[in-house]
């Protein structure tokens, strides 16, 4: 198949557009970034898009592909080199693994959306479960060592969460987690993970906690009135890091 152009079509607080972004930046994939409002979702995008979610994936302005997973396999399977294990078992274990942030997004989303602090408290402490259970699976200085893998693209957009929401947890989620504390860090300055959102991230996630009306919402505060003001384009088109 040759590929001549890709646009991503992209929410700027989506977990799941950052792993497709990290994915196209260790790639080296050259692309066009589009930004939705999914507040107000373009009828364009709804036509394109079974699910009604981001990201997509337009393959020479025709060919749609979604669901954030199934973007990343297309990319890593039609550029050289992967991002993936060779031996097959290990690879079916990092999918595993990957399977496994997407379950941890969903908890994230469960606490930040939880109304009561008891709700809020248990939804935290599953959290620190489940980072239990990375403990020992991490090899660092990534998940498998030293190769950066679709597992370490998987979870640097976990990660990002708690850079914003660590002050307002009632416990250290990665408290006594050593080797995933250290991951969290090496993946915090990797220039593709950095790169996946834009300066204005943590103002805009920590607007958007806000404006949930829950839990965490009263644990933040109001914002100030500018902070409050900002909001989010319909359709804004960014150059990829490799432009």
């Given at each position: 198949m ?128 489940k ?33 914003t ?79």
């Amino acid at each position: 198949m040759s590929i001549e152009s890709l646009e991503l079509v992209s929410h700027n607080l989506c977990p799941y557009v950052q792993r497709s972004i990290i994915t196209l930046d260790e790639k080296n994939i050259t692309h066009r970034r589009t930004y939705i409002d999914l507040s107000n979702k373009p009828d364009w995008f709804l036509r394109m898009s079974p699910t009604g979610t981001v990201p997509l994936l337009l393959v020479n302005g025709k060919d749609v592909i979604f669901e954030s997973a199934v973007i990343c396999e297309f990319l890593n399977e039609v550029t050289p080199g992967s991002l993936h294990p060779d031996s097959s078992i290990t690879k079916a274990q990092h999918r595993g693994w990957i399977e496994f942030a997407s379950q941890i997004l969903n908890n994230i989303a469960k606490l930040y959306n939880a109304k009561t602090s008891t709700e809020y408290n248990n939804q935290a402490s599953e959290l620190s479960t489940k980072f239990s259970h990375l403990e020992s699976a991490v090899a660092l200085p990534y998940f498998a060592g030293d190769a950066f893998s679709m597992v370490d693209a998987a979870f640097g957009p976990v990660f990002r969460y708690f850079d914003t929401m660590d002050p307002f947890l009632p416990h250290d989620v990665f408290s006594g987690y050593t080797k995933v504390q250290e991951w969290r860090e090496i993946l915090s300055n990797r220039p593709s993970i950095k790169n996946a959102v834009d300066p204005d991230y943590p103002s805009n996630l920590e607007r958007f906690l806000v404006n949930r009306n829950s839990y965490i919402s009263t644990s933040i505060g109001p914002l100030h009135p500018d902070a409050q003001s900002l909001s989010t384009p319909n359709s804004v088109h960014a150059p990829s890091p490799t432009d």
